[in-house]
């Protein structure tokens, strides 16, 4: 197995070109014969890739920017404060690429950092593990299980096929095109979906959450933000503390359940299917209900249409409720 190590004291016969900017690598490193089936990538500040290719584009690139205004650094310069203030590390061994940057405590000055950067080409198959304290989380075209965290920085996939679990702490998450378990979270940021299937868990504390094209089961839930919902298959449970929520359904099965804190409610439903009803606002607001038993009135409607069939549960506490023929 071909084996490979990486460290600050010797990368300097790997240098591409004197002077550094977000657009040339740093450090270039192929990796087609490495054989790679999972990534580890680790960082205190820069941004984290991965991006599915055939095993023989397999390559690791680093980008090296300076910080406090000073983005393009000469070589000497991040050779000087690479040597001084990180431990950068690499290896690729047994079909595990590892790479790590991460700042000497005991010397760190931060008026001479540096945003250190991984973008990872893996064969497709491989899993990801991703960490960093700042920067964006970027994953396209793996099926192989997916793990990652940053503090601050957004995070974006697209063409992943496995589990997904992936966290930020203020940034925004957009998802297109997965499949799997996915578990997608934010302190502050908004949600974009497009195109998922599986069960898929996401919640945001400050922002709002939209998805488009869903099959499976989808939990949503946000403290502060709007929620709409467009051609969703399947079933879903969604909750806002303050916010509208749109929701179109074009088929339920098993369950719908809404909760709605403080705001309005807009729900369209294939009508001409058996559904259980339990409908609460301020005011519910429905079309004609033809084959419907139960009971309506001004602020709840309970009760079977075509027979009964999936349950549809919406609490709206402050606002009211449209609900229309899908």
């Not at 016969?13 to 990534?39: E, H, W």
């Not at 070589?75 to 940057?101: N, V, W």
């Not at 506490?317 to 899908?326: I, K, Q, R, W």
Request: include cysteine.
């Amino acid at each position: 197995m071909k084996r490979f190590y990486l460290l600050a004291a010797i990368i300097g016969s790997y240098f591409m070109s004197c002077a550094q900017d977000s657009n040339t690598p740093y450090i270039s490193k192929t990796l087609g014969n490495a054989n790679i089936r999972s990534v580890d990538l680790q960082t205190s500040g820069g941004s984290l890739s991965v991006i599915g290719v055939n095993g023989s584009e397999a390559k690791l690139e680093v980008f090296v920017t300076g910080n406090n205004g000073n983005k393009r650094l000469t070589k000497e310069e991040i050779d000087s404060r690479i040597k001084e203030f990180y431990d950068l590390q690499i290896t690729a061994d047994g079909g595990q690429l590892i790479a790590s940057a991460k700042p000497k405590k005991s010397s760190h000055n931060w008026k001479n950092s540096v945003s250190i950067s991984f973008k990872a080409y893996v064969p497709t198959s491989s899993s990801a593990k991703l960490a960093t304290s700042g920067g964006s989380l970027s994953l396209e075209g793996i099926n192989g299980t997916v793990n990652g965290i940053t503090s601050g920085g957004s995070i974006k996939i697209s063409r992943v096929n496995n589990t997904v679990n992936l966290k930020t702490s203020g940034g925004s998450i957009q998802a297109t095109d997965v499949s799997g378990n996915t578990t997608l979270i934010t302190s502050g940021g908004s949600i974009q979906l497009t195109n998922l299937k599986g069960n898929i868990d996401v919640k945001t504390s400050g922002g709002s959450i939209r998805a488009e094209e869903v099959q499976g089961e989808l939990i949503a839930k946000t403290s502060g933000g709007s929620i709409r919902v467009d051609r969703m298959s399947g079933s879903a449970d969604l909750a806002t503390s303050a916010g509208s929520t749109t929701v179109q359904m074009a088929s339920i099965d098993k369950y719908l359940k809404i909760d709605v804190s403080a705001g309005s409610a807009t729900l369209q439903l294939p009508m001409n299917k058996g559904l259980d009803l339990n409908l609460k606002a301020g005011r519910v607001n429905t079309p004609s209900l033809s084959n419907f038993s139960g009971t309506k009135e001004k602020d709840r409607v309970i009760g079977k249409l075509n027979g009964g069939g999936a349950s549809v549960d919406v609490n709206v506490s402050v606002g009211s409720l449209n609900l229309e023929a899908n």
